[in-house]
């Protein structure tokens, strides 16, 4: 017999007593890949303004975290950001203030990125597309 007609009989044999795999087994997940599981509940941060202290920063790169519970504050409109009726004060911050919203804030980088505006840029209006909220929830990655 040739020894390719030969490899490919006994790899047929093999094939033909192997198990399937149960899908439990497969990949890095733990259960089934027909199962979706649930993330973990979390609850928001409750606190009112000034109550906790400021969360410590992981980078400087990233905005900061809002450190209180902003229920009372959402939804943000185009007539109605009650961020701005605390953060929208002039200076550096002082013990038991808002922190100011940070000069960067009032440039529109699109139209008029050398010009400074004396209202937040419509990018940045809206607080919650880059400040999240404190919750309970565990970090998804270590932080060392």
Same mark, same amino acid.
């Given at each position: 017999?040739?020894? /390719? ?6 790899? /047929?044999?093999? !094939? ?6 149960? $899908? @439990? $087994?497969?990949? =890095?997940?733990?259960?089934? %890949?027909?199962? /979706?599981?649930?993330?973990? @509940?979390? =609850?928001?941060? +409750? ?6 202290? =400021? ?11 809002? &450190? #209180? ?5 959402? &939804?943000?409109?185009? $007539? ?8 929208? %004060? ?14 960067? #804030?009032? %440039?529109? !980088? @699109?139209?008029?990125?050398? +010009?400074?505006?004396?209202? *937040?840029?419509? /990018?940045?209006? *809206?607080?919650?597309?880059? #400040? %999240? ?6 970090? !998804?990655?270590?932080? @060392?």
């Amino acid at each position: 017999m040739r020894p /390719t007609l030969l490899l490919a009989l006994a790899s /047929t044999l093999l !094939l033909a007593q192997s198990k399937p795999i149960p $899908d @439990r $087994d497969l990949g =890095l997940a733990k259960g089934s %890949v027909f199962e /979706t599981p649930a993330p973990p @509940r979390f =609850l928001d941060e +409750a606190s009112g303004p000034g109550e906790k202290p =400021l969360p410590k920063r992981i980078n400087r790169e990233y905005p900061p975290v809002i &450190p #209180h519970g902003i229920a009372e504050a959402l &939804p943000i409109t185009r $007539d109605s950001n009650l961020c701005m009726d605390c953060h929208a %004060v002039a200076g550096p911050k002082k013990k038991g203030e808002a922190t100011p919203i940070p000069n960067s #804030h009032y %440039v529109d !980088l @699109r139209r008029a990125p050398k +010009a400074q505006a004396k209202t *937040v840029a419509g /990018t940045r209006y *809206v607080c919650i597309s880059c #400040h %999240v909220p404190r919750t309970d929830a565990q970090p !998804l990655v270590a932080n @060392r």
